[in-house]
Every structure is written in structure tokens, then in C-alpha cells.
């Protein structure tokens, strides 16, 4: 298994990004997917996730309505649409599957947002 994130960077307050996770070695479209994040000095928490086909997704309640979990099983990519973004969502954001009982992770992308 293996998760590659991209997408991350540098942006305003108000601004958006968009974060991608390129997903290998499983068959992608069997699992649901997820966003957690880790800021400086905090445990890492669930941010969103999206059903194996997508007709489903959760968010944390500081992120609703700014944030919105897509995937494309055609390309084996799970994204995360952010909007809005305020300094508190500064992090480094990790993908996630969960698979036969382990969880796997990507090594991250790290979003700052700051002015």
C-alpha cells in the first residue's frame, strides 16, 4: 500500500487549496478513504472521509462547509477541496486507509495559512 499526498503549501486567510492523494498497491475503489491532520504540538485528528464509491462523506465540525472530500476511483485519487481556510487549519495533512485491520498513511503535505 502506498499513499502519496501533494497539493500542499503556503496561502493567505480566505484562500483555498486543493490536496490530492494518489493511492497504489490495493484496489482503491473497495475502500473508503479519509483526511486527518496534525498540527504543531497536537494529536492528530479525522477531518473528513468518503465511502469506497463516494456516496457518502463525514466531515469534522470545524471544517463543514469549507471543506469537501471527492475521489476519482478511475485514478486511484482521493482529494480534498479546502476553502475558506483560517491560520487554525494549518497542519500537515495525511490520507488514509484502513485495510485488513491496519491503517496506513501517506507522509503527508504540509498547509499553512497564515498572512
Known amino acids: 500500500v502506498q499513499l502519496v499526498e501533494s497539493g500542499g503549501g503556503l496561502v493567505q486567510p480566505g484562500g483555498s487549496l486543493r490536496l490530492s492523494c494518489a493511492a497504489s498497491?490495493?484496489?482503491?475503489?473497495?475502500?473508503?478513504m479519509s483526511w486527518y491532520r496534525q498540527a504543531t504540538g497536537k494529536e492528530r485528528e479525522l477531518v473528513a472521509t468518503?465511502?469506497?464509491?463516494?456516496?457518502?462523506?463525514n466531515y469534522a465540525d470545524s471544517v463543514k462547509g469549507r471543506f469537501t472530500i471527492s475521489r476519482d476511483n478511475a485514478k486511484n485519487t482521493v482529494y480534498l477541496q479546502m476553502n475558506n481556510l483560517k491560520p487554525e487549519d494549518t497542519a500537515v495533512y495525511y490520507c488514509?486507509?484502513?485495510?485488513?485491520?491496519?491503517?496506513?498513511w501517506g507522509q503527508g503535505t504540509q498547509v499553512t495559512v497564515s498572512s
Open positions: 498497491g490495493f484496489t482503491f475503489s473497495s475502500y473508503p
Open positions: 488514509n486507509v484502513i485495510r485488513w485491520g491496519l491503517l496506513y
Open positions: 468518503i465511502t469506497n464509491v463516494g456516496g457518502s462523506t
